[in-house]
């Protein structure tokens, strides 16, 4: 069994894993909370590489947008 995913405060709302653009570099999955945070996660060894802040509000969406972009909405 794996190692969980801890860090956000509240609830998770949404998950997304990184388009594979090169199997070379390191699989990440993105996660968005209730506590107005998106999470960037290396699914190498369950590790939260970056917390993005800056919503006012719960997050209610992430999606990755390629080229490394990340979308998120509240």
Do not use: F, Q
Not at 30 to 42: F, L
Not at 43 to 61: E, F, I, P, Q, R
Not at 64 to 73: P, R, T
């Amino acid at each position: 069994m794996g190692k969980s995913l801890t860090g956000h405060k509240k609830y998770v709302t949404s998950l997304t894993w990184e388009p594979l653009m090169n199997m070379k570099r390191e699989k990440k999955l993105a996660s968005s909370s209730k506590d107005g945070t998106v999470r960037i996660w290396s699914a190498y060894d369950n590790t939260c590489l970056l917390t993005l802040g800056g919503h006012t509000a719960s997050v209610a969406k992430v999606l990755w947008g390629g080229e490394g972009l990340i979308y998120s909405a509240s």
